[in-house]
């Protein structure tokens, strides 16, 4: 067993030279960490969670009223659209609070009526993968001529996952545009979204840049507009603000052929007007968007219309001819950053519901330089411990275990700079636990050893025995724990799954370093001492 061929031994020196290879960039000057990529050797080095580095905390909450009034909007549509193409006349179509209700005008058409709607009601899944329990999402029941769709508990909670879902990818692809580096966006809760930036020191911006939902709409205004506060809006028109002064009102059309949303943009880019040299959004449809907003344009001449962003009235140009080249430009007294921000998150899409923030905070960066220099001195100290621990305890054979927990640490850091992982808090807390693991399983081997010298066998028989009935323990020990690391990823967010990684990469660190390492190195003492005694 304490023969190791040329091959393997090189392979074990390779692997472990390959770890401190990927690790270096962590004990390098970023400058020089750019230079390694010229030479393409590993450059990229851990990035420090926002308990380390400083950054912006934000806790949203998916605004469920504003959410359920969208999809009661989108249901009266559909029972629209539906009845429409069937040909089948209807009345007192309305929302109802918690759906929709119509009555069928000819009682000989309201069982038609009623199958047509019932396939609004869509199954919906509510577990993972497509193996959970299925729900309708609505519930839709027939009273003679008169039909009510009302959300289904499960149908209406399905639909509030689906909104987290989407509102996860549509933050992930704002933030990735402010070019922060691993943020944190994830799942809190049934409605709760977490979003953590660090380095990011401008929670301002963020939260502008996260809680508007970006919906996007070129609406034409109607003839008559208010001339102060308190006048009744007119029948197919509804009152929106100016989004630059306060009082000014507006009344936009709501018919769905006077309005081109921004769904059908292509792009938005950040520019700037010619004539004024001030900061503006130049965006371009794609083609269905293109040809939608020309025939707008083309027969709405002379006539203002409003563009309209979270309903609210960015400006209100005049058509003054037909715009039919696909792309436009929209201006608002911008600065050169909230021009850039309103571009990113048109870019981006729309949010599927309106997001409130409950919790918000700021890490300043010389708390996270604390808590780094807290949990390097931790590190340190705990290294140090163990040193002096093994050596009084095993002597020689105390210095070859620490040298295997000096290449389980390499290999750690290794292993995470390699995956881009962000180190935080608990993360270091998982590492100081290795060390202590990781010399334990060197304890179970070099204790296992003393019994068999005890009982008579020879150096080199003693330390081969103890190497092969220590393995046992060792795995058995490590893989309860990786089993309890693989849970508390799976289970947990956020710091726990932080500690989790870096616990369950420094347990097959310290399989691999505490038992081969080890091993390798004491076979390589035994060839060049050819000891007589085990100086344990």
């Known amino acids: 067993m304490l023969h190791f061929s040329k091959l393997k031994a090189f392979v074990i020196v390779g692997i472990v030279l390959m770890a401190g290879l990927m690790a270096m960039p962590n004990l390098l000057a970023e400058k020089s960490r750019e230079s390694l ?24 909450e998916v605004d469920v009223p504003s959410l359920k009034d969208t999809l009661e909007k989108q249901l009266v549509g559909d029972v629209r659209l539906r009845l429409r193409d069937a040909k089948i006349r209807y009345a007192n179509l309305k929302r109802t609070g918690n759906g929709a209700s119509v009555t069928i005008s000819e009682p000989a058409r309201a069982e038609e009526g009623f199958t047509i709607l019932q396939g609004l009601s869509q199954p919906l899944d509510t577990g993972l993968f497509g193996q959970g329990v299925q729900v309708q999402e609505f519930d839709v029941v027939r009273n003679g001529q008169n039909i009510t769709l009302s959300f289904s508990d499960g149908g209406l909670q399905t639909r509030i996952g689906r909104a987290v879902q989407q509102s996860i990818e549509v933050l992930g692809v704002r933030i990735n545009e402010l070019g922060t580096t691993e943020p944190t966006i994830q799942q809190q809760g049934t409605d709760r979204i977490l979003v953590q930036v660090p380095g990011l020191q401008d929670p301002a911006r963020l939260k502008a840049l996260l809680g508007q939902t970006a919906l996007l709409q070129f609406r034409l205004l109607c003839d008559n507009q208010p001339q102060g506060a308190g006048g009744t809006v007119p029948l197919g028109c509804e ?62 001449v002379g006539r203002p219309f409003a563009i309209v962003l979270d309903s609210e009235v960015i400006s209100a140009p005049r058509i003054n001819e037909q715009i039919c080249g696909g792309s436009g430009q929209i201006s608002g007294n911008f600065s050169t950053q909230e021009a850039n921000d309103l571009a990113i998150v048109l870019r981006s899409g729309a949010l599927p519901a309106k997001l409130t923030i409950v919790e918000e905070r700021t890490v300043g960066p010389s708390l996270g330089s604390d808590s780094v220099e807290a949990g390097f001195a931790a590190s340190i100290i705990g290294l140090i411990g163990v040193l002096i621990f093994m050596v009084i305890s095993y002597g020689l054979f105390g210095l070859f275990a620490v040298a295997a927990l000096v290449a389980n640490l390499t290999m750690i850091l290794g292993v995470l700079s390699f995956l881009g992982a962000t180190l935080t808090l608990p993360g270091i807390a998982g590492i100081v636990l290795t060390m202590g693991m990781a010399v334990d399983a060197n304890v179970l081997v070099f204790e296992r050893i003393r019994e068999e010298v005890a009982n008579g066998r020879s150096p080199l ?50 399989v691999f370093t505490a038992y081969t390492v080890t091993q390798l190195i004491i076979s390589g003492w035994i060839k060049v001492r050819r000891p007589k005694v085990v100086p344990l």
């Open 461 to 510: 028989n003693a330390i081969e025995t103890g190497f092969r009935m220590a393995l046992a323990t060792i795995l058995d020990a490590n893989i309860t724990t990786l089993i309890a690391a693989v849970i508390l990823f799976g289970m947990g967010s956020g710091p726990v799954r932080g500690f989790a990684v870096t616990l369950g990469i420094g347990i097959l660190a310290t």
């Open 37 to 60: 990529s010229d030479f393409y050797l590993p450059s990229q080095a851990l990035t420090l969670g926002l308990d380390l580095q400083g950054g912006s905390h934000i806790l949203l």
């Open 239 to 300: 009152e929106l603000q100016d989004k630059e002064t306060p009082g000014l009102l507006y009344w936009v059309q709501t018919s769905r052929s006077a309005t081109v949303d921004g769904e059908d943009l292509n792009d938005a880019q950040t520019g700037f007007d010619q004539r004024t040299n001030e900061p503006v959004v130049n965006f371009r449809f794609n083609t269905g968007g293109a040809q939608r907003f020309c025939r707008l344009t083309q027969n709405n």
